[in-house]
């Protein structure tokens, strides 16, 4: 799998919801320490932590931008042939060609309505508009 060297030497993959999330170093240490507030508020569990950092694996692209994927983590997200690759903010996911379009269809707002996918300032996101409180990574 080849990648822009955006990760500054090295980063981290690890499983995330149906896909494979690449982040920097830095920015992988930052979703574990939010992650384990969320434990100490009773907002998720120590599974969710364990999973994320067990199946997390340190990656460096070669010199031609490529990264080697264990074959865990391409199994967990389903990569077997083509992949598409987004960008998402503060990480990098890496999803199955064919799975992609139907999670971007169910989770993704209409590019025609930017009112939903820009919140007013001061707006907590949520992916379930019915939840009372945001827990985002």
């Given at each position: 799998?080849?990648?822009a060297s955006k990760l500054a030497g090295?980063?981290?993959v690890s499983q995330y919801e149906n896909c494979l999330g690449v982040w920097t170093v830095e920015g992988f240490g930052e979703v574990a320490r939010r992650l384990q507030?969320?434990?100490r508020e009773g907002l998720t569990t120590h599974n969710a932590v364990r999973a994320f950092a067990a199946n997390a694996v340190q990656v460096e692209p070669d010199t031609q931008g490529r990264i080697l994927l264990p074959p865990r983590l391409?199994?967990?997200a389903a990569l077997?042939?083509?992949a598409v690759i987004i960008g998402a903010i503060d990480r990098i996911e890496i999803w199955?060609?064919?799975?992609w379009p139907r999670t971007r269809r169910r989770r993704l707002p209409h590019p025609r309505?930017?009112?939903a996918v820009i919140p007013p300032p001061g707006a907590r996101y949520s992916p379930n508009p019915r939840a009372r409180r945001s827990i985002p990574f």
């Open positions: 799998l080849a990648l090295r980063g981290i507030d969320k434990v391409r199994d967990y077997e042939k083509d199955n060609a064919e799975r309505r930017p009112s």
